[in-house]
């Protein structure tokens, strides 16, 4: 063989292998891209990973699905059977992130490393508030205490007890938080431990679930990824809540899961759901075909409904508004409704005027806010509104964010503000509430109603199972 041609040969196999190499990915981020999927565990929770109306929701959901976006792949979710199996899972790098609300603890930072912190909780203790409100530690002896396996919530009892022999526990092998908390909420057992934020949100639907006090210091709660030698993983994660942080998506996020999550009393949640059962039969149908003709879910409109009336459809303010939709006079005649006193014609006409709302907002105003948005419309009138956002833009804030906006709509009964406005002076503190209640309502009727959905499953199932198994017994011969 010549030179020149072993030559040419050479470079050729090398130039193959050049390429050939140039296609292997070379860290851990590379990787990823290059497959196309951010592997992802997590777990079933309000605070994290869950089946809503429009779809999975959660905060760590969110999350995980901005990152998947910031890298652009697509995010595959996995629930390990148990909180300890996630953990270990994490630990042994069976997946690229654990995004499941896990505190930062020195002794999972010995088995895993954590991305920036994103949210911060406080571990409180849980009783049923037809007990008496224990004031310290020590007055728990004479109840059963239950926390969950592999919860961080043991290492912080352990450290307690070192100051208080008498403190004891059980450690549920299989009940996760929540379902402790459904356990305290039946009655089964006397306390338990949870983060504040999934308190913050359980208590919604546990309304007899009371917090006696807060346990340790503040705790962080932040990402999880195997430890290992590439860094390249958690310096994208670090950037990426950076720049979250930065341009307050992360802040946004959470007020999206948490901002009215308080927003009802233990009365106002007694009330609604005495109401639920009292009031609300004879018109759900009008509020589900409402929902069906303008494509909305129909126990929003309901939710509004509420916060309007209570169900009430002879309701009548002094301002003249009336009926179960608390209708104007103006807005009635707009929308051909004739008397505003009839439930069908007060819910259709309302949900219409909604749904109007909605359309009529900016194009670049995205979901939720602008459900949100349409809202406090509803409420104070898109003119009022839009001054909210006027004086939101001015003032460095988003204008099409309910986040910044709901701050600034306030200052449209403050005589310093509300003069530099197109419409003036209006109760700018009413529309603010009037949303937040809305949204508690609403989420407290999802659960109501999905609830006895479950119920009204297991029921049926359990009476399948019953009849299959009578007719055995009936063709079993008898000897």
């Avoid at 699905?65 to 148990?82: D, R």
């Avoid at 303010?317 to 707009?334: C, Q, R």
């Amino acid at each position: 063989m010549t030179r020149p041609r072993q030559l040419i040969i050479g470079c050729i196999a090398f130039l193959i292998a050049a390429s050939f190499i140039a296609f292997i990915p070379r860290n851990k981020l590379a990787k990823i891209k290059r497959s196309g999927t951010l592997h992802v565990l997590t777990r079933v929770d309000p605070t994290t990973y869950y089946q809503s109306p429009d779809g999975y929701s959660g905060l760590e959901y969110d999350l995980v699905l901005l990152f998947a976006e910031h890298l652009g792949v697509e995010a595959k979710f996995e629930i390990p059977a148990t909180f300890p199996q996630l953990l270990a899972d994490i630990a042994n790098g069976k997946a690229d992130i654990a995004a499941a609300g896990l505190t930062v603890t020195p002794l999972r930072k010995l088995h895993m490393t954590f991305a920036p912190s994103y949210h911060k909780v406080n571990e409180q203790l849980v009783y049923r508030s037809d007990h008496r409100r224990p004031g310290t530690v020590n007055d728990l002896s004479k109840g059963i205490l239950e926390v969950g396996k592999g919860t961080s919530h043991i290492d912080t009892l352990l450290a307690l007890k070192k100051g208080n022999a008498s403190l004891d526990w059980a450690v549920n092998d299989e009940q996760d938080t929540s379902g402790l908390l459904y356990l305290l909420h039946e009655g089964l057992i006397d306390y338990t431990v949870a983060d504040s934020n999934q308190i913050l949100l359980i208590r919604r639907f546990y309304p007899d679930l009371n917090i006696a006090f807060d346990l340790g210091k503040p705790q962080q709660l932040a990402w999880a990824m195997p430890i290992s030698d590439d860094n390249s993983l958690n310096e994208e994660v670090e950037r990426f809540f950076k720049r979250i942080i930065a341009d307050k998506t992360l802040a946004q996020l959470i007020e999206k899961h948490y901002g009215h999550a308080n927003s009802l009393n233990y009365v106002d949640n007694c009330t609604f759901r005495e109401h639920k059962k009292s009031r609300l039969p004879q018109y759900q149908k009008y509020f589900d075909q409402a929902g069906k003709d303008h494509g909305l879910d129909w126990r929003l409109l309901a939710a509004i409904g509420y916060q309007e009336s209570h169900w009430l459809d002879n309701a009548m303010s002094p301002t003249g508004v009336e009926g179960i939709m608390m209708l104007t006079n103006d807005t009635a005649k707009l929308l051909n409704i004739k008397n505003r006193k009839d439930p069908e014609e007060s819910i259709l006409g309302g949900a219409r005027y909604f749904k109007q709302r909605i359309q009529v907002m900016a194009d670049d105003i995205p979901e939720p806010d602008r459900t949100w948005f349409a809202l406090a419309s509803y409420n104070v009138g898109t003119g009022h509104l839009q001054d909210a956002r006027m004086l939101t833009e001015k003032q460095g804030g988003d204008p099409n964010k309910w986040l910044d906006v709901k701050k600034h709509l306030p200052l449209l009964s403050d005589p310093k503000w509300y003069p530099k406005t197109q419409y003036g002076q209006a109760r700018g503190d009413e529309p603010v509430h009037y949303v937040e209640n809305i949204r508690g309502y609403y989420d407290l009727l999802v659960w109501l109603t999905e609830e006895n959905q479950i119920k009204n499953k297991a029921m049926a199932a359990e009476k399948i199972v019953v009849e299959a198994q009578t007719t055995e017994e009936m063709l079993t011969p008898l000897y």
